[in-house]
């Protein structure tokens, strides 16, 4: 069945330290990729998105992330998280043609400490 | 600007109602989607739409209902509103060769007692 996992339901971080949040997906053929963020009493913000090509992407806020085939891996980063980093965060996927079903994870909730 | 609607921020209903959720669009977009979300679980898809009159189950569509009589809205119907039904219902739209980019409201929170 498809799928998309974010296995880290919350991660803390210190201000000023790097951050990685995994994602890992199921499907037959490589999907979309997306990261949303989604800030506390807000809608969800797109942060960036993987259709082809360059495997690493950049998005807004300095966010970045690197699609691994391989692995099956959309993994967020951000070299130095800041405070209002805090948020809780989402991988989502879409099939590469046919229907744009759009699936979510789980999420992982950002804690970020001083 | 774009623009997704969700008539209601909060809802409080009893056992038993039906229920009305209703989103528009502003953007033409044909693609709609309706999405519970709750702590630990994220976004689950309850239905999407893909043209008028067209509509598709997501994950978990039991109990849930939809109508897509013209582009711009999209409603989700509880039949018979129950306790696990009290949820965030966030309601999005998305043109297909558009970047898949989803557009979202602000969302709805039902409270089912």
């Known amino acids: 069945a498809q799928s998309v996992t974010q296995p880290d339901i919350h991660i803390t971080v210190s201000e000023g330290a790097s951050l990685e949040l995994r994602c890992n997906y199921s499907?037959?053929?490589?999907?979309?990729l997306f990261w949303y963020v989604q800030s506390p009493g807000q809608g969800l913000q797109l942060l960036l998105k993987?259709?082809?090509?360059?495997?690493l992407v950049q998005g807004i806020k300095g966010f970045e992330a690197e699609f691994k085939r391989s692995q099956s891996s959309f993994n967020l980063r951000k070299p130095s998280v800041h405070w209002s980093d805090a948020a809780e965060y989402f991988c989502?996927?879409?099939?590469?043609?046919?229907?744009?079903?759009?699936?979510f994870g789980t999420g992982t909730k950002l804690q970020v400490i001083p | 600007d774009v623009k997704v609607t969700q008539s209601s921020r909060y809802l409080v209903k009893r056992t038993g109602e039906k229920v009305f959720l209703e989103c528009v669009q502003d953007?033409?977009?044909?693609?709609m989607f309706w999405y519970r979300q709750d702590p630990g679980l994220g976004l689950r898809l309850i239905y999407f739409s893909y043209d008028v009159k067209m509509k598709e189950k997501g994950d978990i569509p039991e109990g849930y209902s939809v109508s897509r009589e013209k582009k711009e809205r999209f409603s989700l119907i509880l039949e018979s509103a129950s306790t696990n039904q009290t949820s965030m219902y966030l309601c999005a739209s998305m043109v297909p060769g558009g970047g898949e980019k989803l557009f979202f409201g602000s969302g709805t929170q039902l409270s089912v007692l």
């Open positions: 989502a996927v879409v099939p590469s043609g046919g229907y744009q079903k759009v699936t």
């Open positions: 993987y259709f082809s090509g360059d495997t």
């Open positions: 499907y037959g053929a490589t999907p979309y």
């Open positions: 953007m033409d977009h044909e693609n």
